[in-house]
């Protein structure tokens, strides 16, 4: 609609009849509880958002029932559109819904489409090809690496990374993606103003600056378990592909991935180890007939996805260019991209018939992280991406 | 008549003496004993008419009066017994009053005569000589734990009818009734284990290492590892690579456990470091030490020796918050009704413990743990602890093949050898300036005694902007450093020893 805005012939009107619109669907979805297909019926009985705000009690109880009605006359009393309106945007949330030209094309096509959708930052780009990381938020050091691996990947292919900006893989693949310039987008399961998980506000603000948070919940709404299996078909709906990068056996990721095949997306899975608690979901998931994910750009090329950019990953590191002592180019050689404990480190340089001692190991390792070639972590080492 | 009987009394693990003065006149007869006494002082007088009934000596009916001088020092324990059975007896006329001239006495009367063992006679003969007694008469039991102090006449009695006979003896002959103890110091084999020796424990090389470093700076040590993984054996193996106790600090630590009465017979005297590991149930008082009569916790116990503390976080906390001020002042101070006292603890604190409640973390197939719940852990400990720790070591699970292989480890002698050569580098830079140990440094001095040279200062600030260390973070590097140079038998530190210390930071928090 702002292309409208400085458009002065006439449409000037349209577009104030479309943001009047836009204040009253606003106020319809920040009704609690009420569901987005009732929210449809209504717009398709009454016509526009306004004739809604408008309509007679008896009309609606009739459209969506005797306590939907009830919840309405309540919201109603309370609170004016105008009201709402103002509240949402002077939080700095954007808002759209279905009858809106910048309504994501992608949730018209799946069952159950959310009626309208609360953001911060900016929408997905229709035309940008999405990936959905997700995974569980109990992860291993193989799911952090992975998880890490393909979302720097995606992202400096130009693909948008989707996720749920919970704990574990999902917050893992989300900083990532940004880490290597790409943008990522964060569907909540509470309202978009609601930090949670709180350890990840960080990420939050990130998420505005380079791609954007979203909700179909009001604002100020706490997280409820019962809201989050709807808002991961969200996910799957922005996605063109889901990837699942670590999942037990019981997952909710698993509801995500229903979701999708409902949706009628691809499905990747990374295979783990048959014995690792943590990949039991994927190996199902791969079992079950799921695309065995390798690497980011198999799932790209499979995709007949262009490149958007250039891929600036992983840079070849040459360690004879870094001026680094032998000790640490013993240790380098022992070192990998899942971390070991300096323990491991010993036993694996003592297989090699070094004779390097511990002291001598320390002062390697330390040497390697100073120079940004390897980090530790919980007291584990490992080389850096 | 009147007389006076000099006897030992504790105050805290200070000791002094105390006068028993008894007085036996005409009128109504009675028993009465004045002088700020505890119940069990209280109760020597039934104890002691008893015993000198049982020993045939029937008391005249006659008012006796004891009074037990500094008047104002409140009185405990039943060490009493025997110095006012002494008195009775002196100030009857049956024993000659040049008898008890120049002796201390102390000792617990049973009903039967018996003279039973009592806490503290270590300081308590100590005390004696230095204000220039002569001769201390103590239960048999402690005849060993007095002999200790030499110069000064122990005569060990087990019968209140064997010391009426020694004290009615005339002095030249009373050598052959009971000879002084003399000073021994056999029967130590006990104390510790001569089994335990690092030559045992396969792997774990960095964390044998991380033990080396902290035991040679006297700097408290934390270990993190899942269960199994090795940390309390190697906590106990401890005491074996730090240096052998000095006279002067065997008899401080002997003193604390006579007043603890912790010594016995057959351990007279403390000669091995002491290795204390407290249950985490282990009460607040218990740890520090008191109760309505104070007595030594296990911080004190553990003065000059090692305090392990396995599955830190799960001691109450507390309970973990005492150890602040004997971490700082290497002493512990204990506020009662009965008075306040003061007991020396300085010890080197080993903790163990797991990375997360269920142990596993961070190998997520078998932690159950969500991300909350470890930090949560780990936070159990608090900062102003964690601080004072500065030696923090991974312990990694082992692995099979390494459990059962036979392997040549470094024996403890070996790594003592080399502790010790670094303590002796720290004793020659620290004489006379208060200082022991490396771990001792205040953020003020360690630019005097830890100077950087150029290089070693620019990779500092490598390490302290790279690796977002926080200012007691850098000094405790720089610390650990100072320690690792000196077992290397530097008196400079390296950039290869700043690296090391590095390595034994705590890093995902600063």
Known sequence: MVAHRNNLDGTEVEWKMGEQNKIYACWLDTIYWLAGGTKYKLLEAAGTAQDVYLMPERHITAVAGEKACERFVQHKRRYSPQKVWNYVTGSGISYTYCREPDFPQKFVDIPDPPFGIFYKGRLPDGCVPAVALIGSRKCSEYGTYMAELFAAGFASAGVDVISGMALGIDGISQRAALKAGGSSFAVLGCGVDVVYPRANEPLYRQLQEKGGVLSEYPPRMEPRPALFPPRNRIISALADVVVVVEACEKSGTLITVDMALEQGKEVYALPGRCTDALSMGCNRLLRQGAMIAVSPDDIISDMHWERQTSRHGRTERKLADSKISETAKEIYAVLASLPVTQEEIVARLRENRSALSVPQICQGLVELELKGLAASQNGQYKLLL | MYSRVVTGALNGIESMLAAVEVDASKGMPGFEMVGQLNNEVREARERVRVALKNASIAIPPMRITVSISPAEMRKEGAAYDLPIAIGVLVSLGLIPEEGIGNTLIVGELGLDGAVRTVKGVLPIVQRAKQEGVKRCMVPTANVREGAIIDNIEIIGVSTLSEAIEYLREAEERRCQLIAPARRTLMGQGSQTDKALDFSEINGQEAVKRAVEVAA???????????????????????PTILPDLSMEESLEVSTIYSVAGQLDDRNALITKRPFLDPHHTISAQALAGGGRIPKPGAVSLAHRGVLFMDELPEFRRGTIEILRQPLEDKRIHIARTSGSFVYPADFMLVGAMNPCPCGHFPDRNKCTCSETEVKKYLSRISGPILDRIDVITQAPRVDIRQL???????????????????????????????????AELRAGDIRT????????????????????????????????????ADLDGKDDIGTAHLGEAVCYRMNDRN
């Open chain 2, 216 to 238: 040679a700076g006297f700097h408290h040590i934390l270990m993190i590892g899942p269960p199994g993984s090795g940390k309390t054996m190697i906590a106990k193996r401890i």
């Open chain 2, 449 to 484: 005694y830890c100077p950087l040279g150029t290089e070693e200062q620019a990779m500092m600030e490598e390490i302290f902007t790279i690796m977002n260390l926080s200012a007691r973070a850098y000094h405790k590097v720089i610390k650990v450093a100072r320690t690792i």
């Open chain 2, 404 to 438: 059962s292989a036979t392997m040549h480890n470094e024996s403890s002698a070996d790594i003592r050898e080399r502790v010790m050569g670094a303590r002796e580098r720290q004793n020659r830079r620290y004489r006379g300036t208060g200082y022991h140990f490396n």
